[in-house]
């Protein structure tokens, strides 16, 4: 399975303005000007959706941290979420926001961005580059004043020009995810030194400002004369807490602790960015990275493989207490895990045969068998949230779905689509042979052991991955595709092709966990618009392209509260839901998290994450008592 983070919105590095303000006539001539919006304009030291914000300007640190912390020590992992191009299996790039190449983990961290979020806090942004900005009457502009002590890695000033370049370089070359999700930046130039302005058209959506704070910033001299679009194994110039280190191509990256940084004294990097090293360790398999673990190659990590969550922790370190395990709570979004269709081929275009082909996932047995009882199924695209619909859609949600009534199934107006329950056997006969009567009902016909398609051609299906790890949950589901008559396999490839596949939409299914928002925004054109449904690299693998779905984000977009939101989300729930679109796997409500015995971590969790491990610190005591 693969692990995508929502698209870059937001990055977990939370910098926020603090402390007291100098006089205007103090300051040089271009910051005075900054104390002085002009009429209509509003001044704020944060960014939300809807504008509530839970930190003032002047607190010192965010709740869930320890401002004592030490620095010091390795965190050693593996990449498991990711941005942009970032591969998992292998990297061939440190240029991670543009299509080309397997980007490598960890590049995020060596740039910082304008604002940050807040983990106690659905959007909540706050200055980092930016100390403060200054927004339109009409929030169609919005001028970023900058830090003036902010400065690149190699020592010169981070500048409005700068923000100016990043921002057009990613909307014009970026990874197709950027350039979707920008579509609506009118401009972006420099005012000055220390101001940014941004300009919006009036189609930008309720969240587009805060997706421009949380983009990485680049240096503009440092690439005036280097191609942006190419892979490239020469670190990138940063300002961030961290500057890329060792690395050996495909093996293992470090990013290095940058003892000079210009933000490490800012109130809430106070008791964050720890590690004097952050190494990531590259596997192609599960297996074999589970077994580096126990060897001590890496210390920390999060579990997603629940046989050796719960029968391969019974090793000489685990048992000696040198290494722990853990279930932390999180309050963040549930991932939208399933085997995505390729709907631009011509096989998928029917919802009945994808529904049909759902009906063969028998999820009862393969929890029991495979997954220990592990999992809870997988049915909304909000799950566990306020945004899931349940039951049948309320008067407003009508509201917004009548105007689609023709073009939507009659489904839609009735209760939410939910996956089958089977009688747990494996292979549920009754559902079986509700998936064979759907397949006849669209098309399809049988002879002797074969299925032929609408169009006459024999049915096959090709599960695409590069990791064996789903291997045996998908064995049973393609058994019960081949008692229909589909050829149904796997194809399991390297990761450099996988990602080269996956970006041409040259693959029939393919397995997904794509990262959610608790407050869904813009950001799902990138999962489920038209537009990115025809954009090679997008998070848009299923190919979905409706209008009833595209005009759905637009009122999530826009929406001017969190109650038109919840409304909107629901909406569009019941549309993709009914569209089938995935085979919904499962999902859990908590991390599982192991990790040898020398990290220590504050007292308080953040509200909407589990502060795992980017809040916790090496802790040299507990270190020499296990010998690491």
């Known amino acids: 399975m693969r692990r995508l983070a929502a698209p870059p919105h937001f990055t977990r590095r939370v910098l926020l303005a603090g402390g007291a303000t100098l006089a205007a006539g103090l300051l040089p001539r271009s910051l005075a000007a900054q104390e002085t919006p002009p009429a209509g304009e509003a001044t704020s030291h944060g960014l939300s959706s809807f504008g509530d914000l839970i930190y003032p300007p002047d607190f010192k640190h965010f709740v869930y941290i320890n401002p004592d912390a030490p620095k010091g ?75 003036p002590e902010a400065r690149f890695h190699d020592g010169t000033p981070v500048t409005a020009r700068d923000v100016a370049f990043s921002l057009n370089v990613l909307k014009a070359k970026g990874h197709p995810n950027f350039r979707v999700l920008l579509a609506e930046l009118d401009a ?10 941004v300009r919006f058209t009036p189609r930008r959506d309720r969240d587009l400002h805060l997706t421009v704070a949380t983009l990485p910033i680049f240096s503009a001299a440092y690439w005036a004369n280097r191609d942006f679009e190419a892979a490239t194994l020469e670190p990138p110039l940063g300002s961030g807490p961290y500057r890329v280190g060792r690395f050996e191509q495909g093996r293992f990256i ?141 008067p407003e949600e009508l509201a917004l779905l009548e105007p689609f009534r023709d073009k939507l199934p009659a489904v839609v107006f009735g209760e939410a689509v939910m996956p089958p329950v089977s009688d747990g056997s494996g292979s549920d006969r009754k559902l079986l042979r509700q998936a064979d009567q759907m397949l006849r009902d669209a098309g399809c016909r049988r002879e002797g052991q074969m299925l032929k398609g609408p169009d006459g051609k024999p049915f096959e299906i090709e599960f695409l991955d590069s990791n064996p790890a789903l291997q045996p949950h998908a064995q049973t589901f393609q058994a019960n595709l081949r008692r229909l008559g589909i050829n149904a396999h796997s194809r399991l490839v390297d990761g450099a092709q996988y990602t ?16 959610g928002s608790l407050t869904p925004g813009d950001s799902l054109r990138v999962v489920y618009g038209s537009e990115a449904a025809r954009t090679p690299g997008s998070q848009n693998i299923a190919g979905i392209a409706h209008e009833a779905i595209d005009r759905l984000i637009e009122a999530i977009g826009s929406a001017k509260s969190r ?31 192991a990790y040898w015995d020398f990290f220590s971590r504050p007292a308080t969790l953040p509200k909407h994450a589990t502060g795992a491990p980017v809040t916790w610190w090496y802790d040299a005591a507990k270190a020499r008592r296990i010998g690491g």
């Open 563 to 593: 109650a038109a939101l919840t409304i909107a989300c629901r909406a569009l729930d019941r549309v993709l839901r009914a569209g089938h679109y995935w085979v919904p796997m499962y999902y859990r409500s908590e991390s599982w998290v």
């Open 188 to 197: 972006a130039e420099a005012e000055d030194e220390h101001v940014a302005l």
């Open 500 to 515: 080269q596949r996956r970006n041409a939409f040259d693959f029939d299914i393919i397995s997904m966990a794509l990262g």
């Open 254 to 394: 470090e990013i290095e602790r940058v003892p000079d940084y210009w933000g490490k004294d800012l109130p809430v990097n106070i008791g964050q960015n720890n590690f004097d090293r952050i190494r990531y360790e590259y596997f192609r398999d599960r297996e074999v990275a589970f077994e580096g673990f126990k060897a001590g190659v890496y210390n920390y990590n999060e579990e997603y493989t629940a046989r050796i969550w719960a029968t391969g922790y019974d090793f000489p370190a685990f048992r000696e207490g040198r290494v722990k395990r853990e279930m932390i709570r999180t309050g963040a979004a549930i991932p939208t895990q399933g085997w995505y269709f390729n709907t631009r081929r011509e096989k998928f275009a029917d919802p009945r045969i994808r529904e049909a082909i759902g009906l063969c996932f028998d999820f009862e047995w393969t929890n029991a068998n495979i997954m220990f009882s592990s999992y809870k199924r997988l049915s909304s695209f909000f799950q566990d949230s306020d945004n899931m619909a349940v039951g049948k859609p309320s």
């Open 73 to 147: 020590g390795v965190l050693s992992l593996q990449i498991k979420q990711g941005t942009g191009n970032q591969g998992f299996d292998t990297f061939n790039t440190l240029n991670v926001y543009v299509m080309k190449g397997d980007g490598a983990a960890g590049m995020p961290e060596t740039f910082d961005s304008l604002m940050v979020s807040s983990l106690d806090e659905p959007d909540a942004l706050y200055g980092l580059l930016a100390h403060s900005v200054r927004i339109s009457a009409d929030k169609l502009s919005y001028r970023f004043l900058l830090r």
